[in-house]
């Protein structure tokens, strides 16, 4: 006679928990908006980069590209260009525009961290989790803004779209690029994606991730966040580590699934 099939998911013996029950190990974190406040640099940098394309600033034409940049914050910002440029070498010259403008901001320090955040990366690795800082710049401007803020060894892994293939969010493949060049965890449902955009719940989701957490202190508010997948909505990223650490964040989606955490 064959087994039944077990009808319910296995207890691990030694940990005591079942599959659905695993611990995030890995978190993946969104840079401006979530762990860096930019106060609008985005925007300005934006500005520049359209006036060197001879868009008006006050024109009908600059305000519909701008409300275009806002409502796709978290994107890859190549991306972005190509949808309101449409020729590949107009994208790349508002690119560039747009990131030596960026870098000229974050150099004349236009940029802090959220408050808390520093902080709570350290908790989180104190607390034995892998963390990853993810951006939807260039290298380049990733690498002034952590130059800027001392935060150079502050992770063990940063990532912007080129690192993964160039495809940023809503492509979960910045998360999926964590997962495979840390090997931190066995699971993708042991990964927690946080950040502040529609379009970083959405990577999230895609991702697979067990977690998927938005902040209020960047482009988004709550119903955008839950509309496209937060399982958990927090003021600001200084409550992840003590979500994180709650033995009902990182279970199956009924727990996951509250009104606010």
Excluded at 100 to 108: F, I, M, P, R, S
Aim: charge should be negative; proline fraction near 5%; aromatic fraction near 4%.
């Amino acid at each position: 006679m064959s087994a039944q099939a077990p009808t319910q998911a296995t207890t691990n013996v030694t940990t005591g928990v079942t599959p659905d029950q695993r611990r995030v190990g890995l978190v993946v974190l969104d840079m401006a908006g979530t762990t860096v406040a930019d106060g609008g640099l985005v925007e300005q940098a934006f500005s520049a980069a359209a006036g060197e394309l001879g868009v008006e600033p006050g024109s009908a034409d600059h305000a519909e590209k701008l409300d275009y940049v806002r409502a796709t914050m978290g994107e890859s910002k190549i991306s972005v260009f190509r949808h309101l440029f449409g020729e590949e070498s107009l994208a790349r010259r508002a690119n560039t525009a747009f990131e030596k403008a960026y870098g000229e901001l974050v150099d004349g320090g236009r940029i802090a961290p959220v408050p808390g955040a520093r902080e709570a990366v350290e908790a989180l690795r104190a607390d034995g989790l892998t963390v990853v800082l993810t951006t939807g710049f260039a290298r380049v401007t990733q690498d002034a803004i952590l130059e800027a803020l001392g935060w150079r060894d502050l992770v063990e892994l940063t990532l912007c779209p080129a690192d993964a293939g160039g495809r940023g969010r809503p492509y979960p493949d910045m998360v999926l690029s964590a997962f495979l060049r840390t090997g931190a965890v066995a699971d993708v449902r042991e990964v927690a994606v946080v950040g502040d955009t529609a379009y970083d719940m959405t990577s999230g989701v895609r991702a697979g991730a067990g977690v998927v957490a938005g902040v209020l202190t960047g482009a988004h508010g709550e119903a955008a966040l839950r509309e496209h997948g937060a399982t958990h909505v927090l003021s600001s990223v200084a409550e992840l580590p003590a979500l994180l650490a709650s033995p009902a964040a990182p279970g199956s989606p009924a727990p996951l699934a509250r009104e606010r955490t």
